[in-house]
T-cell receptor, first 113, second 113 residues
Framework: RKEVEQDPGPFNVPEGATVAFNCTYS??????FFWYRQDCRKEPKLLMS???SGNEDGRFTAQLNRASQYISLLIRDSKLSDSATYLC??????????????FGAGTQVVVTP | DGGITQSPKYLFRKEGQNVTLSCEQN?????MYWYRQDPGQGLRLIYY???????QKGDIAEGYSVSREKKESFPLTVTSAQKNPTAFYLC????????????FGEGSWLTVV
């Protein structure tokens, strides 16, 4: 079983619609969670951190469910520019102050006119 | 502007050659990382360094080498022992303290010809 799993998609979303997808993680000791956005042939860029109480940044809402070990990302009022691959990133302590980052393979979102 | 600079962006390697990918950051970050990304897969950790003159193997270190002589610099050498080096290579850095986010350079595309 992969440590961080995502539905690869693609999620085809009409412009203006809402899309949501999840990411599951296997290590219950994981403490920090992030969503990154990656455009084709580009580097990943931080979209948002995911906090225990859930958090929102404009049209983006992230949730954490520790009991079921998953995080979610919801995009409202989708724009064409939201088309990208969304990477789930999990940081798990390993006895030092740094932890280990683990990456999902990404969920592709395609917003259509 | 502060950031992480990788070079070259595109590199072609002949069979049996060693090549070195450069990574420089001016963010004053302590930790630096090298990842490899293959299509449909999550990022895989090659090497990481938490402090100058110290580095550790990641999950797929075979066929690679690194150095960390300066805080700002963390070059990666892809040796001829790496049998399948064609991939997208990403350098990243992170400041001290758990939970802090990781930032990426623009990446280097390496192709074996």
């Amino acid at each position: 079983r992969k440590e961080v799993e995502q539905d690869p998609g693609p999620f085809n979303v009409p412009e203006g619609a809402t899309v949501a997808f999840n990411c599951t993680y296997s290590n219950s000791a994981s403490q920090s969670f992030f969503w990154y956005r990656q455009d084709c042939r580009k580097e990943p860029k931080l979209l948002m951190s995911v906090y225990s109480s859930g958090n929102e940044d404009g049209r983006f809402t992230a949730q954490l469910n520790r009991a079921s070990q998953y995080i979610s990302l919801l995009i409202r009022d989708s724009k064409l520019s939201d088309s990208a691959t969304y990477l789930c990133v999990v940081n798990t302590p390993r006895g030092d102050s740094w932890g280990k980052f683990q990456f999902g393979a990404g969920t592709q979102v395609v917003v259509t006119p | 502007d502060g950031g992480i600079t990788q070079s070259p962006k595109y590199l072609f390697r002949k069979e049996g050659q060693n090549v070195t990918l450069s990574c420089e950051q001016n963010l004053n970050h302590d930790a630096m990382y090298w990842y490899r990304q293959d299509p449909g897969q999550g990022l895989r950790l090659i090497y990481y360094s938490q402090i100058v003159n110290d580095f550790q193997k990641g999950d797929i270190a075979e066929g690679y080498s690194v150095s960390r002589e300066k805080k700002e610099s963390f070059p990666l050498t892809v040796t001829s022992a790496q049998k399948n080096p064609t991939a997208f290579y990403l350098c990243a850095s992170r400041s001290t303290g758990q939970g802090n986010t990781i930032y990426f350079g623009e990446g280097s595309w390496l192709t074996v010809v």
